[in-house]
């Protein structure tokens, strides 16, 4: 399966305690954006990389929400002291870069904060 | 400010017979247009997009139709199959950047 790839598939976790997401994309492609989404809603766009660089961040984005592509292959999404209104279905997408590309998106990591 | 629209949450159609979804659209930046179909516990998989300068692209069984000047798009499924039953999300962007999401509509077929 050479598709979007998202590890891991649920985490649960408490109030206050931080998590970290990875997403491997589609090998050749060289952008990445994360989302997120939340019940009844469609997806909302959170950030997004061309190769390494993040090139735009959501206000959904709080200072509590970081994403790195250090090397512009997988990206990690870190939340730190999570809340409950975080509870939401995280999603990476890949897209290639130029003309008119889909993204693809992963399956998905659903966050649950008790 | 909800700048893609899907204002049915929910369609029924019989097995055999044509589905249409519908999406509306604010902001006449947008200049690419795709449709998303989303099972449970999966991630929306892409299924048909649209670019600007076109008002119609076929792909199968699936066709979307783009109507600038009412900035409306929609969604054409015929015929339609029992595994066609998912959550459809249309999605916009401009300079291939971000997508703009709908609610979705979820389409049931019936047998």
């Known amino acids: 399966d050479t598709g979007v790839s998202q590890d891991p598939r649920h985490k649960i976790t408490k109030r206050g305690q931080n998590v970290t997401f990875r997403c491997d994309p589609i090998?050749?492609?060289?952008?990445l954006y994360w989302y997120r989404q939340t019940l009844g809603q469609g997806p909302e766009f959170l950030t997004y990389?061309?190769?390494?660089?993040?090139?735009?961040k959501s206000r959904l984005l709080s200072d509590r929400f970081s994403a790195e592509r250090p090397k512009g292959s997988f990206s990690t999404l870190e939340i730190q002291r999570t809340e409950q209104g975080d509870s939401a279905m995280y999603l990476c997408?890949?897209?290639?870069?130029?003309?008119?590309?889909?993204?693809?998106f992963g399956d998905g990591t659903r966050l649950s904060i008790l | 400010d909800q700048q893609v629209k899907q204002n049915s949450p929910s369609l029924s159609v019989q097995e055999g017979r044509i589905s249409i979804l519908n999406c509306d659209y604010t902001?006449?930046?947008?200049?690419?247009f795709l449709w998303y179909k989303k099972y449970p516990a999966e991630g929306p998989t892409f299924l048909i997009s649209?670019?600007?300068?076109?008002d119609k692209n076929e792909d199968g069984r699936f066709t979307v139709f783009l109507n600038k000047s009412a900035k409306h798009l929609s969604l054409h499924i015929v015929p339609s199959q029992p595994g066609d039953s998912a959550v459809y999300f249309c999605?916009?962007?401009?300079?291939?950047?971000?997508?703009?999401f709908g609610t979705g509509t979820r389409l049931t077929i019936i047998p």
């Open positions: 999605a916009s962007t401009f300079g291939n950047e971000k997508l703009t």
């Open positions: 990389f061309q190769n390494e660089a993040q090139l735009e």
């Open positions: 090998s050749e492609h060289n952008r």
């Open positions: 997408a890949s897209s290639l870069n130029g003309g008119r590309e889909p993204q693809h």
């Open positions: 902001n006449s930046m947008f200049d690419y």
């Open positions: 649209i670019s600007s300068i076109k």
